[in-house]
């Protein structure tokens, strides 16, 4: 992970390894044991069908061999050196009972010196950064740096695969080019050159494909950059982004969704927040903000463009859509989120839906991080084929580098190939992962439709029994 060292970084950590020794502690509501809560593929269902009367459902991680999460080894880089113990103590994520049964097992856990450009984040981080690259070295050197990094950890810790996940602090958007950001012939040169609008984030993705790593941008930054993509087609290199999608924005890919799909017409969309951790302090910065502003806006675009009942003219006749993010010390990583949906209903009728979530930021992004982890490397191992005339050979070949259409549950703005339709309706994007796991086990897609349970009951209607009513 690029940000081992933050709430994030060291709440996975923690929450591997507690789960990897069956931790328990005490809380003030009673003893806890540790657990996967808010993983969709450890803790969400499928339905296999039906025994006799009674749905069976299993678990999405039995589906398909998926890797153990309590098996993965974790290291990464950090602009700041402090040990994973210590960090997770400034974090004030996690119980300090628990805290304090798995700091012996991160306290020799320090992450690898990163690169350190000012100009991509806010200046206050500058207190942090102890732990960079030299400034001297070339972007390219950078790379460099970084790919040898990905091998000496591989080899030292006897790795089949790695993933690399950016969990660090939200850049600017980079200024898009021609002839720097459009190809990856163009990329490469830009960063033999030094060019300076490539970020720290876009030279962690290119060091990740260049050793055959798949790479995750969970920040709203325009790290996979065309550039990009392109590099990781001609590797066959799996890539996701942008931005873990954790708490308010899922919850406004189900009411949007709610809205629209029940014929009501959304007015306006209103979202604030307010947290306290490292990350509230760098969205401060309005350059910063921007790029979160932008992954938080359009997860209402395709529920609008589906409906020219109530959109005839689509993202024109779209709501009012803002989205306020300040950073108030005092709340810690424990987020406020309260939003406002304005919309109108029947006869001209007005009605507002009012929402106020407080949750643990790192809590609930842990999971989400654990989920990306597993899901991009089972890409790795998927070739597809398109079906030929009866008898001729198939031609397997890997998936598009981009899987934002498998991943949409996950990912605020996901990305995704040419062609492939995004889709933002968080129940529709499970669907979709849920699906996909099933067709690899040899299941069929699942419809909902449980039409072969209505025909069955046409053919052989049953009585209706009533349960007696005594007074």
Known sequence: MIGLGGNNGTTVTAQILANREHVRWET???????????????????????CGEEEVFVPF?????LVDPTQIVVGGWDINNMNLADAMRRAKV?????????????RHMVPLPSVYIPDFIASEQSERANNTLPATLSRWEAVEHLRADIRNFKTANHLDKIVVLWTASTERFCQETVGVHDSADNLLAAIHASHAEISPSTLFAV?????GCAFVNG????????????????????????????????LKSVLVDFLISSGIRPLSVVSYNHLGNNDGAN????????????????VCDDMIAG?????????????????IIKYCPAVGDSKRAMDEYYSEIAMGGKNTISIHNVCEDSLLAAPVIIDLACTIELFTRIEVAA????????????????????????????????????????FKQRLCLENLLRVLRGLEPNTLMNLERNVEAARHPAVPTFAAIHH
Request: aromatic share 6%; proline share 10%; with cysteine.
């Open 28 to 50: 003030k509501d009673g003893p806890m044991e540790a657990n996967f809560l808010g993983s969709l593929l450890q803790c969400s269902t499928s339905s296999l069908g039906f």
């Open 387 to 426: 079906a030929g005339a009866p008898g001729s050979a198939l031609e397997y070949q890997p998936f598009h580098p981009l899987m934002g259409s498998f991943l949409g549950f996950l990912l605020k703005a996901p990305l995704v190939a040419p062609g492939v339709p995004l889709v933002n309706s968080l």
């Open 219 to 250: 920040s709203p930054q325009n790290t996979l950059v065309p550039g990009v993509v392109d590099l990781a087609t001609r590797h066959h290199v799996p890539i996701a982004g942008s931005d873990f999608k954790t708490g308010q924005t899922k």
């Open 61 to 65: 991680k039995s589906l398909v061999p």
């Open 207 to 211: 060091a990740s494909i260049l050793e």
């Open 94 to 106: 996690l119980d300090i009972n628990l805290q304090q049964q798995v700091a012996p097992m991160m």
């Open 283 to 298: 969205l401060a910065n309005p350059r910063c903000f921007r790029s979160k502003e932008i992954s938080k806006s359009s």
């Open 307 to 323: 409906n020219q009942v109530l959109f005839p003219e689509g993202k024109k006749d779209g709501p009012d859509h803002l989205v």
